[in-house]
């Protein structure tokens, strides 16, 4: 069985997709594992990171997207999901220089519609939305489950908001990293997603669960150093929340995680000066992926 590993936060812009890839080259890399990405964000920049431009505009051709294996399933064609991963992508070599056991389920414009099409489908058969919307998530989970095949990790890139496939992602997450910036809107971010994942209504509710026993994790991006407002901030959302203890910082190496390069590079040369934040993130995040394998 796979561990599902969904990387989410209802605002934008906060490193979602940065983190998710990052993650995924170090369990690569680093840790052996046979890595997944999915792409759940019509935005596809995991795509894009993980296979340039032009590669992606080739998978769209091809037909082997997210939104492609929805709509070949509606259309009742019987393919196996593994027919639209792509493998062996990225730009980071392991250890022999050789790509990593990394594949992907790219991302596609069309994930939208598809969501569409299905909620349309099952507002045919309901008049209750509340039955409607827990249905096509319901769906959502099941074609994604299918998915897990030989694989250690999975990572689900979310899109920014809670669509169908974002809270399909968070049902069944093993673990879900919430990236956030140190400000204000992100505060009120962390507490609403963490309501979602746990399924409480409030706060109070929320904190019958202890926080060791929580499904998700926050993790600070953008830290500036020496900067005490951010700093109060997170040590005020650590209160309510779990959070990792590395904090990752404003920084170049971490931001090259968007520049792909055709040629393969050693992951210490793809992301420079912020190994060491990649390696303290990897190093928290590895032993919970290692804890549910080995309970099998
Ligand atoms: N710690 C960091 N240091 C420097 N740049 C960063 C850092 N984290 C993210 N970035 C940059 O910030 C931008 C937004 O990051 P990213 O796209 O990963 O966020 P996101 O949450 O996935 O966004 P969206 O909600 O649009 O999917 C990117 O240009 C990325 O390179
Ligand atoms: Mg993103």
């Known amino acids: 069985m796979a561990f599902f590993l969904a990387v989410a936060n209802r605002k934008g812009g906060v490193g979602k997709s940065t983190v998710a890839v ?23 920049n995991a795509s894009l990171i993980l296979l340039g431009g032009q590669g992606w505009s080739e998978a769209r051709k091809a037909n082997r997207t997210i939104a492609d294996y929805f709509f070949d399933l509606f259309d009742g064609q019987s393919m196996h999901p593994k027919d639209y991963l792509i493998h062996g992508v990225g730009d980071v070599a392991n250890g022999s220089g050789k790509p990593p056991k990394l594949s992907l389920l790219p991302g596609s414009l069309l994930l939208e519609d598809v969501q569409g099409e299905l909620f349309l489908k099952q507002a045919s058969q309901s008049n209750d939305p509340d039955v409607v919307a827990s249905r ?25 908001g809670l669509s169908f496939a974002a809270l399909a992602a968070l049902k069944i997450a093993d673990l879900v990293l919430v990236p956030f910036r140190p400000d204000y809107v992100s505060q009120l971010a962390v507490d609403r997603i963490a309501l979602i994942i746990e399924g409480k209504r409030n706060l109070d509710d929320l904190e019958e669960i202890a926080v060791e026993d929580r499904r998700y994790v926050c993790l600070a991006n953008y830290v500036r150093e020496h900067n005490g407002r951010e700093r109060t901030l997170i040590e005020e959302i650590a209160l309510v929340h779990p959070m990792l203890d590395v904090q ?4 170049d190496g971490i931001a090259n995680a968007f520049d792909w390069v055709s040629e393969l590079q050693p992951i210490e040369q793809k992301y420079g000066n912020a190994i060491p934040d990649i390696k303290k993130l990897y190093d928290e995040i590895a032993p919970a992926i290692e804890a549910r394998s080995s309970n099998g």
């Open 22 to 44: 990052m993650l995924a080259h170090a369990l690569s890399v680093w840790g052996g594992k046979r890595v997944l990405m999915m792409d759940l964000d019509s935005q596809c």
């Open 136 to 160: 096509v998530r319901g769906r959502l989970e099941q074609l994604l489950r299918r998915f897990e095949g030989s694989y250690d990790v999975v990572i689900l890139d979310c899109a920014p």
């Open 248 to 251: 990752m910082p404003q920084r």
